[in-house]
């Protein structure tokens, strides 16, 4: 399992003033707790500052890397601002994200074209938020298809279905995972992730239906999970389903977690 | 979901104490919590008792009949001791569990040909117990075919793939939830069911394992479960994993367990 460290975003109201601040002990102290807890990529997102989006976003990426080696996720639906970024980043880094969404797609496609970048591909269109696993799954087919035509293998692009709240339409869980199935069976090799917290939106106990649903979805084929690494509990139940999804030879991983005592549940 | 209460089973200790003393109260209240915890069925076993198993397991009905309106899940691999229990049971109970060994299978056949009892068809046959989960589909196969002929519904079978220990070989999760999903798309209108505490033996952590364990077998459809309703965390786990596999209308059942202060997580 991919996983994406997500803690480092500006809507959160302590990153918001670390960055205001320019402070960078604290983002630094959060990308390396992060790394040390599995983050195979930090991500990075400073979308709430209009106008001054990329410039933050470098600033970012570079004391990010000052602190660790573990490369960013760069994200923001703006293509101005992941290409400030990636003028300063080292290393490969994860965009999230391309959609099909005319003009973000339009104006991000030249700047990942034939690049080795990890790319994740927002199941979003123009005609808004995709209800059905049926719609993912034609958005994707679409998204894949250009990605293709633009040097992106396979093997770099994840597929993020986009989760809905489950308390607006008691089937937005099924549809998901269904479309996490559909999208690895239909394309061999491909990666699915996602950031599935809007999925408890409006519900009491959030975190678990969080890590419920997690556990489902990697029962459904998600090998990739934009989260907070520091979330023992939430990282317990990844293992934990990994290990049982037969994807954690003589159980080594899961029996590691244990004696490093990483399990809380 | 379908909850069978597996507490009353002679292989703990104090269960094979009390069945010893004819100390019905024990045995009373916990069918009562059983019952009053969600238990659709209270599981009855008394198969450590060799030549006594027929006389407590009859013992063991009246008992919990005395106690509750729940009806029992007979539980014994021998069909003498099933039709003692059930001169004795009043409503409707299920059998646990019918399978293709032959001796075992050509007993119990004619006692339960052309009943209303819920029968648990368990996918073990004499060559051993079922590695893949192409075997455990080709026993299905076998048994519900036998059961059709002999007029058992199919919303009356209730499949249990037989889970076997992840500790001994690391496909035993998948093959396992692989069969599950299988025989439900195979046999549309049947049900699944099974125990599955076996899945985590011999590692640590077996509550997390079983819980997470149990939560991925929901997701591939299973639909009934042989487990401790006192248990909150397991009981959290199915009621959450119900609501987001779209099986609770408006989350209603998800918002009431909230109320009720019945989550631990």
């Given at each position: 399992m991919l996983i994406v460290g997500e803690l480092i975003n500006a809507s959160r109201q302590k990153i918001r003033a670390a960055i205001e601040n320019q402070d960078k002990a604290s983002i630094q102290q959060l990308a390396e707790e992060q790394a040390a807890n599995g983050a195979d990529y930090i991500d990075v997102n400073a979308g709430v500052f209009v106008g001054k989006e990329a410039e933050y976003l470098k600033w970012l990426v570079t004391?990010?890397?000052?602190?660790?080696?573990?490369?960013?996720?760069?994200?923001?639906?703006?293509?101005?601002?992941?290409?400030?970024?990636?003028?300063?980043?080292?290393?490969t880094p994860m965009i999230n994200s391309i959609s099909m969404e005319k003009e973000r797609h339009d104006a991000l496609m030249p700047i990942i074209a034939g690049s080795d970048y990890k790319i994740v591909a927002l199941c979003m269109g123009d005609a808004g938020m995709p209800e059905t696993a049926d719609a993912r799954v034609s958005i994707a087919e679409e998204l894949v298809s250009n990605l293709e035509k633009n040097q992106i293998p396979l093997d770099n692009m994840y597929v993020d279905p986009l989760v809905q709240p489950l308390s607006t339409n008691d089937n937005y869980g099924t549809e998901f995972l269904n479309s996490i199935e559909r999208v690895k069976k239909q394309f061999p090799g491909i990666h699915t992730v996602c950031g599935l917290s809007n999925i408890s939106y409006g519900l009491p106990e959030r975190m678990l239906l969080n890590q419920t649903f997690m556990v489902m979805a990697i029962t459904k084929g998600l090998d990739g999970a934009i989260v907070n690494p520091l979330d023992k509990k939430m990282m317990a139940a990844i293992i934990t389903a990994e290990t049982l999804a037969g994807k954690d030879e003589w159980c080594a991983e899961y029996l590691q977690a244990y004696r490093q005592k990483r399990f809380e549940f």
């Open positions: 004391t990010v890397q000052e602190a660790v080696d573990t490369p960013c996720c760069i994200d923001s639906p703006d293509p101005g601002a992941i290409e400030a970024a990636l003028s300063v980043h080292r290393g």
